[in-house]
C-alpha cells in the first residue's frame, strides 16, 4: 500500500522560488571582481535566476546540456546555480586553478555548450577557446560597458547584455527529481578529472541535512561566508542551503587574502564562515600580529583536509569561535562527517573534548560508513583499528561521468559501496578519524604512520605555518617520515628543536628522522597540500645517514 501524501519532485528551482517567497528581503553581498560591494536580495536573486533561464532557453539549448563557470563566489555565481540547473541544464563548475590544457579538456569532456567566466579568467579563455569546439558561446561576467574589445574570442558577450533583455517571468520545468543538476570534477592529482554529476534530488537531499543543527547549523539567523569555492564542490553547498534557510549570504569573490576576509567579514556581521585549513591560516597569520579580535563570527566549518588541532584551539580559545571539523569528497557532494559532541561528552575536561573534536566526526544521516582490512572485512568501532573507508548513501555517487564501470564494491546483501581512498578509524560513539589518503600512509617496518599526525604536532608549534609529511625510501624500514616545513615569517627554528618537540607527543619511531625547511609547502587547485609536488622538490633527497 502507498502512502496518500503529496508527491512533489525535489528540485532545485523550489530552494529559490522558496528563498523569494519567504526570505525575499534577506541579503546577498558579493565582493566583485572590481573590487566593489554589490547588495541585493534573494528576491532580485530570484528574478535574474529566472531571466537567465529564459536567455538559456533562447539559445535552444536542450535539457541536460551542459553551462559552464569559471567563477570566484559572487552573485552572478549563484545566479548560474539557479538559473541553469533549474531551468533542467547542467551546471557545470570548472575549477580555474587547474591547468588551461587541463580546463580544456575538461570542456570538451564535459561538452559546455556555454561557459560563462570572470574577467580574472580572461587571460585562460584567450589561450584555450580555439580547442574548445563545444562551446557555442562565450560569457563574460561583467556589466555590458565593461566587455574589452578584440579579445579575439568570438561571439564574446557581457553576462548583462545576455540576460538583461529577458523577462523575468518563467515558470521552472517540472522533472524527475533524479534528472541531473550539476558537474564537478575532482582535483586529478593523478591523471585526467573524473567527475561527479549530481541530481536535484541528491544536492536538495544533502542541502537539507548540511542545514542541520549538527551538521553546519545554517539558520535564517546567519550571515554566511562560503570562502571555500563555489567551484569545489559547490561550496560544500552552502548556496543551496542558504536559500534553504533564509540566512544572509556574504561572497568574498577573488579577494582571499586575510585582510580582505577579515574586514567583509566585519563589516557585513559574518556569523559563519567555510573555508579549508590554508584559508583559515592566512586569516589567523593576518588577525593575530594585529591584535584583531571579530565581533560576530561565532562558528567556522572547516574541511577538505585535515584541520590541524592548533587551529582548533586558537579559534576556540583566543577568538571565541567553535570550529566544526568537516571531511567529504566531490563524490559526496561533499558532506560526510562533521564533528559535535553528544551530550555525554559535555561534562568531559576541556582537553578530553578536545581531542573528540580533531576528529573528522559523525557521519551525516544520509550517509552511512564503514571500515575494512585489506580482505574487505569489516572493522571494529574501537578507535583504534584502521581500515579503507568505504560509504553509501543518496548524495553518494554511483559512477563517473562517462566512467567506465562503478567504482562501487558490493557487499554481501548487494549493497553498493564507495571507497573513498581514505584510510580511517572509527570509535565507540561513531567518530571517525581520518589517519590518512591510502597513498599518503607512511609504512615503516609494516607498521603505519598516519602523516595527518606527524603534521598535527609539527603546526602545534608556534614557529611553524604549515608542515607536510611524506615518507621515504628506507632499505631497512621500507619508509621513514620526514617533514617538511615553511615557517612563520621572521620565525627561527632549527632541525634539533623540531625534533625535540615531537619527544612525548608521539612514539618514538614514528617521530620524522629528518626536517626539510621550504619556503613554501606546494598547494593544489582546492588549497590541499600537493604531495605529489613536494615529492619533485625533494627528488634528489637521502635520508640522513644513508
Ligand atoms: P580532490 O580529491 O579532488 O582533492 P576532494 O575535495 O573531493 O577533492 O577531496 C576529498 C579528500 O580530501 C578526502 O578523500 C580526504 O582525503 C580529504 N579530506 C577532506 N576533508 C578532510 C578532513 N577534514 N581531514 C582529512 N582529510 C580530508
Known amino acids: 500500500m502507498l502512502g496518500l501524501m503529496q508527491s512533489q519532485p525535489l528540485l532545485i528551482s523550489s530552494l529559490i522560488d522558496f528563498a523569494a517567497r519567504h526570505h525575499g528581503d534577506a541579503q546577498i553581498v558579493s565582493r566583485r571582481v572590481e573590487g566593489d560591494i554589490h547588495r541585493y536580495t534573494y528576491r532580485d536573486l530570484s528574478a535574474r535566476s529566472k531571466q ?25 555565481h549563484m545566479e548560474m546555480y539557479f538559473g541553469v540547473s533549474g531551468s533542467g541544464r547542467v551546471l557545470h563548475t570548472i575549477n580555474p586553478r587547474l591547468h588551461p590544457d587541463q580546463i580544456a579538456w575538461i570542456v570538451g569532456h564535459a561538452e559546455d555548450r556555454v561557459l560563462c567566466f570572470d574577467t580574472t579568467f580572461l587571460p585562460i579563455v584567450k589561450a584555450i577557446h580555439d580547442k574548445c569546439p563545444t562551446v557555442q558561446k562565450w560569457v563574460l561576467l561583467c556589466d555590458a560597458d565593461k566587455l574589452p574589445a578584440d579579445t579575439g574570442i568570438p561571439g564574446l558577450c557581457s553576462y548583462e547584455d545576455w540576460i538583461g533583455g529577458h523577462s523575468t517571468d518563467y515558470i521552472w520545468p517540472q522533472f524527475d ?14 591523471g585526467n578529472p573524473k567527475a561527479a554529476l549530481y541530481s536535484h534530488r541528491s544536492t536538495t537531499l544533502h542541502a537539507y541535512a548540511a542545514a542541520l543543527p549538527d551538521v553546519m547549523g545554517l539558520s535564517a539567523r546567519d550571515s554566511v561566508l562560503p570562502v571555500v569555492p563555489m567551484f569545489h564542490v559547490n561550496a560544500w553547498g552552502v548556496p543551496y542551503s542558504a536559500a534553504l534557510t533564509g540566512a544572509k549570504v556574504v561572497f568574498p569573490g577573488p579577494a582571499l587574502d586575510g585582510k580582505s576576509l577579515y574586514e567583509l567579514m566585519e563589516a557585513e556581521g559574518v556569523t559563519y564562515a567555510a573555508g579549508v585549513p590554508t584559508i583559515w591560516q592566512m586569516l589567523l597569520g593576518y588577525m593575530q600580529p594585529n591584535g584583531l579580535r571579530f565581533s560576530t563570527l561565532k562558528r567556522t566549518v572547516i574541511g577538505g583536509s585535515a584541520c590541524p588541532p592548533a587551529m582548533i584551539t586558537t579559534f576556540q580559545d583566543v577568538f571565541g569561535v567553535e570550529v566544526l571539523h568537516a571531511w567529504g569528497m566531490t563524490e559526496m557532494s561533499p558532506l560526510g562527517t562533521l564533528c559535535t559532541l553528544k551530550n555525554k561528552h559535555l561534562e568531559l575536561p576541556a582537553d578530553e573534548k578536545m581531542k573528540i573534536l580533531q576528529k573528522q566526526g559523525r557521519a551525516i544521516y544520509g550517509v552511512d560508513m564503514k571500515i575494512v582490512n585489506e580482505l574487505g572485512q569489516e572493522q571494529p568501532w574501537d578507535g583504534k583499528s584502521y581500515g579503507d573507508l568505504l560509504v553509501r548513501g543518496p548524495w553518494i555517487i554511483d559512477s563517473y561521468f562517462k566512467g567506465e564501470g562503478t567504482p562501487l564494491v558490493y557487499d554481501e546483501q548487494g549493497r553498493g559501496w564507495f571507497p573513498t581512498g581514505d584510510v580511517a578509524t572509527i570509535d565507540a560513539d561513531g567518530f571517525m578519524q581520518i589517519t590518512d589518503r591510502s597513498k599518503d600512509v607512511i609504512k615503516s617496518g609494516g607498521e603505519w604512520i598516519s602523516s595527518i599526525d606527524i603534521e598535527n604536532i609539527a603546526m602545534a608549534h608556534p614557529a611553524v605555518a ?11 624500514w621500507d619508509e621513514r617520515p620526514i617533514v617538511a616545513v615553511a615557517l612563520k615569517a621572521q620565525a627561527v627554528l632549527g632541525r634539533e628543536e623540531l625534533l625535540a618537540f615531537f619527544e612525548g607527543k608521539t612514539a618514538k619511531w614514528q617521530i620524522p628522522d629528518d626536517v626539510v625547511f621550504v619556503d613554501a609547502i606546494p598547494l593544489g587547485a582546492t588549497g590541499k597540500m600537493l604531495k605529489t609536488r613536494l615529492r619533485e622538490m625533494l627528488a634528489g633527497y637521502k635520508l640522513p645517514g644513508l
Open 177 to 190: 527529481e533524479n534528472t541531473a543538476s550539476s558537474l564537478c570534477y575532482t582535483s586529478g592529482t593523478t
Open 52 to 76: 537567465l533561464a529564459n536567455a538559456i532557453e533562447a539559445l535552444g539549448l536542450a535539457q541536460g546540456e551542459r553551462v559552464a563557470s569559471l567563477a570566484w563566489n559572487g552573485y552572478r
Open 466 to 476: 604549515m608542515a607536510a609529511c611524506i615518507g621515504m625510501f628506507h632499505p631497512k
